[in-house]
């Protein structure tokens, strides 16, 4: 892996475009021994020709055996090094509902929990009240006055909520209150160093009256606080590679990871005319698009083998519009794989291809699973496909004399 | 490759087992340039079927072009970065002999040299002497003296010996002894830092007097010492996998390689059967069982490329039972290649299989070299095993939201 500085290093400048399509947990397994994966299933006959006349392989979203979350997921897709880049819990958190946060605002993600008379927790997840329970007993812990910090408590999904702390004197470095396991109390709010001790004695005092607002409204009775962070301050794509970038994506927690990297984004409805004309509508005026299809992954993580193929085929019919477009470089692939066999993430390397005039075929002739086994990329990681696109693209100029 | 503490942080729990069969060597070379490896000409349709139902690769023990001993050999099979976490030689000869180092224990490799009247080294093995001299020798070495250290001095083989000082005030920071060629004198035994001095003074003291208790011993008239070192301080297996562990080995030094990371461990006698029923017995205590066999390696050592077959055949037989046990997850492989045609150790990768239910079929329906480099794994890490297998254990979570 070429690390950020090496490639903005050798920039080159290029009138060219780069469009990256991201058919979000696209890899698979099959469902019975020996059968084809969701992607060999599916008819493909427009990807299959950009396989055949690109280069394929594999990638490794963040290392073997290591099934990524979203985050992880397309930050190696977008050059990053996604062990080295870690975004917080909270930080994602805001992503995923499009909160839009300000440099120094800190964001935790929030449980609600149920804790018995003796304050244990008996339910992390207090019985997973419903997302509209939610946003009522999150519409009550706005009450809660912290002076001189704006304070921000949105609904997210069941027990789940961001909270923000929006003021100047805030520092990272309070700790978890979520011990991450039921039968004891939640662990008291700490700093982990000296600087953080104003912000956790503020954390406290929102800790504590909460706990006093919600005493009656068991199993939601309690709160639990994790990866209290503020937004990393990153080198930015625009910057590092030299694109005019765009995020096209129907879900706020893709268009948020894109906007943390420094891209811009556009709001699309949910249909995926939406989607291909929000594209058409951004590609004059970038250099780099990245679509995310959502669907794919849905229906892995509902474990419809079925409806998986079809999302694919039906993306595959599409592509004659996409390359309508006439991008220099066509990345397809996944975040990270999400076989409806397993109904949910996994480790699984997840197929690529790279289709791009100076591509030197590998003689694959389909975009699967078993094929791109044989690709040209080999195994390699998701974010070597950054520095690939660049140099098919013309963008990069050599390393050393 | 993830990092350890990267992996401990996404432990899931599951009541799943893993198990590591290492056929110490396996890797090998044709004899006739064209002609299969052992493994490629040995018989083997139990391991053909796992490698058909699995997924397969090759490891790459330490780095291409590396030739691992079998410390850095394990330590990449069990997790570890064998670069970043190095054994010294004192540690490994004290693993070799069996020898229980205590934490604060320092350990060095010792020979047995000649030197002449001017004290320049003439031999720096003395002849390699007979390990029953040398047990000769070590008794003579024990009458030492030093005050407030316990000194260990136990025989290895040829003119090989172990030194073990064990007292509350010893430091690592002393360096070899030995200048690692002839020629000139011992080095003298000189701290690499001033908190070592001490520890220098004693053990000058002791090489002093053991000069003088070999002077009339020839050839073996004098010590060498190298690799002077507690045992290291590393997180330990159990806790980083999550996983209750356990060595199955014949051979003292894999026992300790195991016992060193923190796993158990259980003697065994010479025979293939007493191997299977220490397994047997140990299975349903733990979650994950090393099995170490080593006449793969021996027969390669000794240039028998014939024995090296029949022994992986052997091997093979006994896989029915092995699987009896039901494992969730099987990983075969070797810590290196030890290629009959080279009589040594090598740096050639080794090929691996990984048997689950969750594997994603390669293709690959033979257990060989040039099969395997055809394999899912690609070419890998030997420390990405540990993950791979704990995340088709489902024993790892997502990693980032």
Request: glycine fraction near 12%; proline fraction near 7%; hydrophobic fraction near 40%.
């Amino acid at each position: 892996m070429a690390d950020l500085e090496l490639i903005q290093g050798i920039l080159a400048s290029a009138e060219t475009k780069i469009l990256l399509l991201v058919l979000d947990g696209v890899g698979g397994l099959p469902v019975e021994p020996g059968g084809p994966t969701e992607l060999e299933a599916a008819k493909t006959p427009n990807l299959d020709r950009l396989a055949a006349e690109g280069v394929t392989g594999l990638h490794q979203p963040v290392a073997p055996g290591i099934t990524p979350g979203s985050g992880p997921g397309h930050i190696g897709l977008f050059g990053y090094d996604p062990i080295r880049y870690q975004i917080g819990r909270g930080v994602l958190e805001a992503l995923g509902v499009g909160f839009e946060l300000e440099p120094e605002d800190l964001a935790a993600r929030g449980n609600f929990c149920t804790v018995d008379a003796a304050g244990v927790i008996t339910d992390r997840r207090a019985g997973r009240i419903s997302t509209e329970k939610a946003a009522e007993l999150c519409a009550e812990l706005r009450g809660i006055d912290l002076p001189g910090v704006e304070v921000f408590v949105e609904p997210v999904r069941e027990h789940r909520f961001l909270l923000v702390l929006r003021g100047p004197e805030l520092v990272e470095g309070v700790a978890d209150t979520d011990p991450g396991r039921e039968g004891v109390p939640p662990l008291d709010v700490v700093a982990e160093g000296a600087e953080a001790r104003d912000t956790a004695g503020r954390v406290e005092t929102w800790v504590n009256e909460a706990r006093k607002r919600l005493k009656d409204h068991e199993p939601a009775n309690m709160v639990l606080l994790r990866g209290l962070a503020r937004r990393p301050d990153w080198p930015l794509f625009p910057a590092v590679f030299g694109l005019r970038a765009v995020a096209v994506a129907q879900y706020p927690m893709y268009r948020g990871v894109a906007r943390l990297v420094g891209m811009d984004s556009v709001e699309v409805g949910p249909g995926r005319d939406e989607l291909l004309s929000a594209l058409e509508n951004v590609w004059d005026d970038h250099d780099f698009v990245f679509v995310h299809v959502k669907d794919t992954d849905k229906a892995g993580e509902d474990g419809d083998f079925d409806r998986k193929v079809k999302v694919i085929e039906e993306i595959d019919g599409h592509l004659p519009r996409i390359m309508a477009l006439d991008p220099d470089v066509v990345l397809v692939t996944g975040d990270h794989s999400t076989p409806a066999a397993l109904r949910s993430h996994s480790w699984h390397p997840v197929p690529v291809l790279l289709w791009s005039k100076t591509a030197r075929r590998d003689g694959v002739e389909r975009f699967g699973e078993s094929h791109c086994l044989r690709g040209g990329l080999g195994i390699c990681r998701s974010d070597d496909l950054m520095p690939l696109a660049l140099a098919h693209a013309g963008r990069l100029t050599k390393y050393g004399a």
